[in-house]
């Protein structure tokens, strides 16, 4: 069974910091692209951020450019998602999830954490 379970995300104040988990079992994060989505209320999902499998390209949608870092760690099979200089318009619901390539569809999907910055 293929699961994402996330971890992180929180409340924070504008300015602030903050890092999600992603972590896989029945996968290796190493085998796939693993990309960051989020979902603001009343607003379309949009692409974050992603990591291609195999060789580790980044990509970063224009709004968090110079502020997201997206990484992985194979030996923890956890991709990571960190956070600086939050600003209020990321408040938003945050995904994980899995394709073959960073343009592919996703297949899999973590369950969803709550990034909510204060102003």
């Known amino acids: 069974e293929v699961r994402l379970v996330q971890s992180g995300g929180g409340l924070v104040q504008v300015g602030g910091s903050l890092r999600l988990s992603c972590a896989a079992s029945?996968?290796?994060?190493?085998?796939?692209?693993i990309g960051w989505f989020r979902q603001a209320p009343g607003k379309e999902r949009e692409g974050v951020s992603c990591?291609?499998?195999?060789?580790?390209?980044?990509y970063y949608a224009d709004s968090v450019k110079g502020r997201f870092t997206i990484s992985r760690d194979n030996a923890k099979n956890t991709v990571y998602l960190q956070m600086n200089n939050l600003k209020p318009e990321d408040t938003a619901t945050y995904y994980c999830?899995?394709?073959?390539?960073?343009?592919?569809?996703?297949?899999?999907w973590g369950q969803g954490t709550q990034v909510t910055v204060s102003s």
């Open positions: 990591i291609s499998s195999n060789d580790g390209r980044q």
């Open positions: 999830a899995n394709g073959n390539t960073c343009q592919s569809s996703t297949e899999y």
């Open positions: 029945g996968l290796s994060v190493d085998d796939y692209a």
